[in-house]
């Protein structure tokens, strides 16, 4: 079955603790992409890659890390979370040349 | 800059209802525009889309036509269920920008039995 996973779905944590959410799609889809869902605000970007090795900003990008080493995997990283970061991160992704992009199905996040 | 605006929600009817739900957008170039739906602890789900003017996208019963005067994309449906509870989002899609999407704020629709 075609998908997008992430891990954990749910996460408390304290203020300072580094924490990786992973995310993985097995449809061989070039673009992958970040985002937090907060009430009133819709979904914002983080980071996004457009391949292997190749990741840039979105809107949001403070406070995150991304890796891109293989074409499967776009892990999200937050090497001192803080309060403000507890939100619903959505991973998704896409091939280039398709409008469609498929998201997973979201890891809410509680930072104490 | 870019942005997407939905009209406030949440949005409660009584199944078998008429469903509109606004949506408009500012943005440089000429951006393709979706409907998302997120349902109950689920990621978003593609609904429909429209790449440029005048195209009408359509999937399970609901509308939304690209109206390029008036810069909107608002979603109709003649008849709701139950079952179309959820959260709706609206975005666009900027050919120039690649594969981001910008959204709205999302509505939440509520539909009685």
Redesign the interface.
């Known amino acids: 079955e075609a998908q997008v996973t992430q891990n954990p779905r749910y996460l408390i944590t304290v203020t300072g603790k580094k924490l990786t959410v992973t995310c993985s799609q097995n449809m061989n889809h070039e673009y992958m992409s970040w985002y937090r869902q907060d009430p009133g605000l819709g979904l914002r970007q983080i980071y996004y890659s457009m391949n292997v090795e190749v990741t840039d900003k979105g809107d949001v990008p403070e406070g995150y890390k991304v890796s891109r080493k293989e074409k499967r995997n776009f892990p999200l990283i937050l090497e001192s979370p803080s309060p403000n970061q507890t939100s619903l991160y959505f991973c998704a992704s896409s091939l280039l040349e398709t409008d469609t992009q498929y998201f997973g199905p979201g890891t809410r996040l509680t930072v104490l | 800059g870019n942005s997407?605006t939905q009209m406030e929600g949440p949005v409660t009817l009584s199944e078998e209802a008429f469903l509109t739900i606004n949506c408009t957008y500012t943005a440089t170039g000429y951006p393709?525009l979706?409907w998302?739906v997120q349902y109950p602890?689920?990621?978003?789900?593609?609904l429909l889309?429209a790449?440029k003017a005048d195209d009408k996208g359509s999937n399970k019963g609901f509308e939304a036509t690209y109206r390029k005067e008036t810069t909107s994309f608002h979603l109709e449906k003649g008849s709701v269920q139950v079952s179309d509870s959820a959260v709706y989002?609206c975005a666009l899609?900027l050919i120039q920008g690649?594969?981001?999407?910008v959204?709205?704020?999302?509505t939440r629709l509520t539909i009685n039995p």
């Open positions: 997407v393709s979706f998302y602890g689920e990621g978003l789900q593609l889309k790449t989002f899609r690649a594969q981001k999407l959204f709205g704020q999302g």
